[in-house]
């Protein structure tokens, strides 16, 4: 019983640091041509560089912050999956109803950060559209 433990404890580790391996090495700038919903709110289009930090024991927290007016925005709480990949690069998914946009998933070749979006009613499910935009790395240096 100590084995598996043992060896749960040393997968759950491994797999923080894989994680942060795949999005905290570099920063990452998109420009987005539309206003979108983050869980701080509306941010309005433009260029934004995405950083993941850590901020005490939370890991992948994400920060969008608008290249302009240099103001951040808390990306939301993530849910790490390293299942659903981006096979062309990282990219940031938004889910859109209608003329409303919400952050739904920031995706790279290793894994993605995935995000909760708004419900939205039945009769609302085909009006829905998934857009990507192509992320471009920086190198943090």
């Known amino acids: 019983m100590k ?3 043992n060896r749960l404890i040393v997968f ?3 797999a923080i640091a894989f994680g942060s391996v795949a999005f905290g090495q570099t920063r990452m700038i998109a420009e987005i041509p539309f206003a979108f919903h983050t869980v701080s709110g509306t941010l309005p289009a433009g260029n934004y560089e995405v950083r993941e930090t850590s901020v005490g024991a939370a890991s992948h927290v994400v920060l969008l912050r608008n290249t302009a007016s240099q103001k951040s ?3 939301g709480n ?3 999956n390293a299942y659903h990949k981006s096979a062309t690069g990282p990219v940031l998914e938004f889910v859109c109803v ?3 946009c919400s952050l739904k998933a920031i995706r790279s070749v ?3 950060l995935e995000y909760a979006t708004p419900s939205r009613a039945k009769d609302d499910s085909n009006k829905v559209a998934v857009l990507t935009i192509p992320v471009k790395l920086v190198n943090a240096d």
Do not use: H, L, Q
Request: hydrophobic share 45%; aromatic share 12%.
């Open 3 to 5: 084995t598996i433990a």
């Open 110 to 112: 290793n894994a993605s």
């Open 98 to 100: 209608e003329r409303s």
């Open 78 to 80: 993530p849910t790490y």
């Open 12 to 14: 759950a580790a491994s």
């Open 73 to 75: 925005a808390f990306a």
